[in-house]
Protein backbone atom coordinates (compact mmCIF):
# COMPACT_ATOMS: atom_id res chain seq x y z
CA UNK A 1 0.00 0.00 0.00
CA UNK A 2 0.93 3.92 -0.23
CA UNK A 3 2.21 5.71 2.19
CA UNK A 4 0.32 7.83 4.46
CA UNK A 5 1.65 10.47 7.01
CA UNK A 6 0.89 9.93 10.21
CA UNK A 7 0.61 12.60 13.53
CA UNK A 8 2.67 9.68 15.02
CA UNK A 9 5.27 11.07 13.01
CA UNK A 10 4.96 14.46 14.50
CA UNK A 11 3.60 13.51 17.87
CA UNK A 12 5.98 11.32 18.95
CA UNK A 13 8.84 13.19 17.64
CA UNK A 14 7.63 16.21 19.58
CA UNK A 15 7.22 14.43 23.01
CA UNK A 16 11.35 12.61 22.77
CA UNK A 17 12.47 16.17 21.50
CA UNK A 18 10.73 18.16 24.38
CA UNK A 19 11.50 14.96 27.29
CA UNK A 20 14.95 14.53 25.98
CA UNK A 21 16.35 15.34 29.27
CA UNK A 22 15.82 11.91 30.95
CA UNK A 23 12.08 12.09 32.50
CA UNK A 24 11.13 10.37 35.94
CA UNK A 25 7.39 9.57 36.43
CA UNK A 26 5.04 12.44 37.92
CA UNK A 27 2.74 10.80 40.21
CA UNK A 28 -0.08 13.71 39.52
CA UNK A 29 1.02 13.76 35.82
CA UNK A 30 0.20 9.66 36.20
CA UNK A 31 -2.54 9.41 38.54
CA UNK A 32 -4.35 12.29 35.63
CA UNK A 33 -3.39 10.21 32.77
CA UNK A 34 -4.75 7.00 34.07
CA UNK A 35 -7.91 8.40 34.94
CA UNK A 36 -8.57 10.02 31.53
CA UNK A 37 -7.54 6.32 30.17
CA UNK A 38 -10.11 4.84 32.76
CA UNK A 39 -13.00 6.58 31.31
CA UNK A 40 -12.17 5.96 27.23
CA UNK A 41 -14.25 3.22 25.41
CA UNK A 42 -14.34 2.13 21.51
CA UNK A 43 -17.05 4.38 20.10
CA UNK A 44 -17.97 5.48 23.51
CA UNK A 45 -18.79 9.11 21.33
CA UNK A 46 -21.05 6.73 18.94
CA UNK A 47 -21.21 9.59 16.14
CA UNK A 48 -20.52 8.05 12.80
CA UNK A 49 -18.44 10.15 10.47
CA UNK A 50 -19.95 8.38 6.63
CA UNK A 51 -17.65 7.15 4.20
CA UNK A 52 -15.91 10.47 2.68
CA UNK A 53 -16.85 11.61 -1.15
CA UNK A 54 -13.64 12.92 -1.28
CA UNK A 55 -9.90 12.38 -1.40
CA UNK A 56 -7.98 15.49 0.19
CA UNK A 57 -7.60 16.37 3.93
CA UNK A 58 -9.52 19.24 5.46
CA UNK A 59 -8.30 22.83 4.54
CA UNK A 60 -6.49 24.33 7.79
CA UNK A 61 -8.56 26.86 9.85
CA UNK A 62 -7.94 28.23 13.45
CA UNK A 63 -9.78 26.67 15.75
CA UNK A 64 -9.18 23.08 14.64
CA UNK A 65 -7.71 20.19 16.86
CA UNK A 66 -7.33 17.08 17.61
CA UNK A 67 -6.28 14.53 20.62
CA UNK A 68 -5.25 11.26 20.61
CA UNK A 69 -4.38 8.56 23.01
CA UNK A 70 -0.79 6.58 22.31
CA UNK A 71 0.13 3.90 24.07
CA UNK A 72 3.75 2.68 23.62
CA UNK A 73 5.99 -0.40 23.18
CA UNK A 74 6.37 -0.44 27.34
CA UNK A 75 2.48 -0.20 27.70
CA UNK A 76 2.20 3.21 29.40
CA UNK A 77 -0.25 5.58 27.98
CA UNK A 78 0.48 9.11 26.67
CA UNK A 79 -2.21 12.24 25.14
CA UNK A 80 -1.22 14.10 22.24
CA UNK A 81 -3.45 17.22 21.45
CA UNK A 82 -2.85 19.46 18.24
CA UNK A 83 -4.42 22.25 17.45
CA UNK A 84 -4.35 25.46 15.13
CA UNK A 85 -4.60 28.25 17.38
CA UNK A 86 -3.56 31.24 15.69
CA UNK A 87 -2.40 33.21 11.98
CA UNK A 88 -0.33 35.15 10.69
CA UNK A 89 -0.28 36.44 6.66
CA UNK A 90 -0.09 33.02 5.40
CA UNK A 91 1.19 30.63 7.93
CA UNK A 92 -0.63 29.25 10.65
CA UNK A 93 0.51 28.48 14.40
CA UNK A 94 0.38 24.94 15.06
CA UNK A 95 0.42 24.17 18.74
CA UNK A 96 1.31 20.62 20.22
CA UNK A 97 0.97 19.42 23.80
CA UNK A 98 1.93 15.82 25.20
CA UNK A 99 1.24 14.65 28.32
CA UNK A 100 2.64 11.68 29.74
CA UNK A 101 3.72 10.10 33.21
CA UNK A 102 6.48 12.75 33.15
CA UNK A 103 4.43 15.67 32.73
CA UNK A 104 3.09 18.26 29.94
CA UNK A 105 5.42 19.63 26.72
CA UNK A 106 4.16 22.33 24.89
CA UNK A 107 5.81 23.27 21.32
CA UNK A 108 4.12 25.20 19.34
CA UNK A 109 5.05 26.26 15.65
CA UNK A 110 4.34 28.86 13.10
CA UNK A 111 4.72 27.65 9.45
CA UNK A 112 3.45 28.09 5.82
CA UNK A 113 2.98 25.26 3.37
CA UNK A 114 2.01 25.50 0.00
CA UNK A 115 1.15 22.30 -1.43
CA UNK A 116 -0.46 19.36 0.90
CA UNK A 117 1.17 17.06 -0.97
CA UNK A 118 4.70 18.15 -1.12
CA UNK A 119 6.93 18.65 2.35
CA UNK A 120 9.42 20.86 0.42
CA UNK A 121 6.87 23.63 0.53
CA UNK A 122 6.78 23.63 4.26
CA UNK A 123 8.45 26.58 5.85
CA UNK A 124 9.34 27.20 9.66
CA UNK A 125 9.17 30.36 10.97
CA UNK A 126 9.17 30.25 14.28
CA UNK A 127 9.38 27.83 17.27
CA UNK A 128 8.57 28.08 21.11
CA UNK A 129 8.91 25.62 23.75
CA UNK A 130 7.44 24.57 27.15
CA UNK A 131 8.88 21.57 29.36
CA UNK A 132 7.25 19.78 32.33
CA UNK A 133 8.73 22.12 34.93
CA UNK A 134 7.05 25.39 33.01
CA UNK A 135 10.32 26.85 31.62
CA UNK A 136 9.50 28.74 27.85
CA UNK A 137 12.44 28.27 25.09
CA UNK A 138 11.78 30.40 21.65
CA UNK A 139 14.58 29.08 18.96
CA UNK A 140 16.75 31.60 17.96
CA UNK A 141 15.79 32.56 13.59
CA UNK A 142 19.10 30.84 12.71
CA UNK A 143 18.89 27.96 14.80
CA UNK A 144 15.51 27.91 12.87
CA UNK A 145 17.24 28.31 9.34
CA UNK A 146 19.75 25.71 10.04
CA UNK A 147 16.91 22.97 11.16
CA UNK A 148 14.63 23.73 8.65
CA UNK A 149 15.07 20.11 7.51
CA UNK A 150 14.21 18.78 11.06
CA UNK A 151 10.83 20.92 11.94
CA UNK A 152 9.98 20.03 8.20
CA UNK A 153 10.15 16.29 9.63
CA UNK A 154 8.02 17.51 12.30
CA UNK A 155 5.16 18.73 10.68
CA UNK A 156 5.44 15.99 7.95
CA UNK A 157 2.13 14.13 9.43
CA UNK A 158 0.16 17.28 7.13
CA UNK A 159 1.64 16.30 3.95
CA UNK A 160 -1.30 14.04 2.80
CA UNK A 161 -1.71 11.89 -0.45
CA UNK A 162 -4.81 9.27 -0.49
CA UNK A 163 -5.49 9.14 -3.94
CA UNK A 164 -5.63 5.35 -4.56
CA UNK A 165 -5.36 4.00 -1.11
CA UNK A 166 -7.81 1.22 -0.14
CA UNK A 167 -11.25 2.07 2.24
CA UNK A 168 -12.13 0.27 5.45
CA UNK A 169 -14.04 1.97 8.45
CA UNK A 170 -12.45 2.58 11.91
CA UNK A 171 -14.15 2.48 15.81
CA UNK A 172 -12.05 4.32 18.09
CA UNK A 173 -13.22 6.52 21.36
CA UNK A 174 -13.87 9.41 19.03
CA UNK A 175 -16.60 7.76 17.14
CA UNK A 176 -16.92 5.07 14.10
CA UNK A 177 -15.52 6.33 11.08
CA UNK A 178 -16.37 4.53 7.74
CA UNK A 179 -14.36 4.60 5.03
CA UNK A 180 -10.89 5.77 6.18
CA UNK A 181 -8.18 5.28 3.64
CA UNK A 182 -5.96 2.74 5.19
CA UNK A 183 -2.22 2.55 4.36
CA UNK A 184 1.14 1.16 6.09
CA UNK A 185 3.43 3.66 7.12
CA UNK A 186 7.23 3.83 7.55
CA UNK A 187 6.70 6.04 10.68
CA UNK A 188 9.72 7.48 12.69
CA UNK A 189 9.45 8.15 16.25
CA UNK A 190 12.03 10.25 17.33
CA UNK A 191 15.32 8.74 17.49
CA UNK A 192 13.93 5.41 16.12
CA UNK A 193 11.52 4.24 13.37
CA UNK A 194 8.21 1.92 13.55
CA UNK A 195 6.12 0.46 10.36
CA UNK A 196 2.55 1.17 10.82
CA UNK A 197 -0.81 0.36 9.64
CA UNK A 198 -3.47 3.62 9.78
CA UNK A 199 -6.44 4.59 9.10
CA UNK A 200 -7.25 8.54 8.09
CA UNK A 201 -10.75 10.49 7.43
CA UNK A 202 -11.14 14.03 6.03
CA UNK A 203 -13.92 14.39 8.46
CA UNK A 204 -10.91 14.88 10.72
CA UNK A 205 -9.07 18.20 10.91
CA UNK A 206 -5.14 18.47 10.49
CA UNK A 207 -3.86 15.41 9.10
CA UNK A 208 -7.16 13.36 9.16
CA UNK A 209 -5.71 10.10 11.13
CA UNK A 210 -8.38 8.23 13.43
CA UNK A 211 -5.76 5.41 14.73
CA UNK A 212 -2.73 3.85 13.76
CA UNK A 213 -1.44 0.45 14.85
CA UNK A 214 2.08 -0.76 14.59
CA UNK A 215 3.47 -3.85 12.56
CA UNK A 216 7.35 -4.04 13.75
CA UNK A 217 7.01 -2.93 17.05
CA UNK A 218 3.86 -2.84 19.96
CA UNK A 219 2.50 1.08 19.93
CA UNK A 220 -0.95 2.31 18.91
CA UNK A 221 -2.80 5.57 18.49
CA UNK A 222 -6.27 6.22 18.86
CA UNK A 223 -8.45 9.59 18.80
CA UNK A 224 -10.26 10.65 21.32
CA UNK A 225 -12.01 13.54 20.23
CA UNK A 226 -11.40 16.37 17.31
CA UNK A 227 -13.41 20.02 16.94
CA UNK A 228 -13.46 22.78 13.85
CA UNK A 229 -13.44 25.38 16.55
CA UNK A 230 -12.63 26.49 19.65
CA UNK A 231 -8.81 25.12 19.99
CA UNK A 232 -7.44 28.37 22.58
CA UNK A 233 -3.03 28.57 23.06
CA UNK A 234 -1.77 27.13 26.19
CA UNK A 235 1.16 29.41 25.72
Not at 19 to 46: E, Y
Not at 77 to 106: C, H, N
Not at 111 to 121: C, E, H, K, L, Q
Not at 164 to 190: N, S, Y
Request: hydrophobic fraction near 40%; proline fraction near 9%; include cysteine.
Amino acid sequence: MRSLALPSLAAASLAVTLSACGPSIDPAAKADIDRRVSVLQPGANVVAAPAPGLQAPMPFAVGQWTQYKLTDDKHEPSFLTQKIVGQQGDAIWLETVTDTYSGRTIQKILFAIGNRMDPSTVEVRAVIMKDPKGRVQEIPPPAISLMQSTYRGLLSALIVSWQGLPQEGATVPAGRFEGCFKARTDAQWGPWRSVADSWAHPAVPLSGTVRSQGVDRPFTMELTGYGTSGATSEL
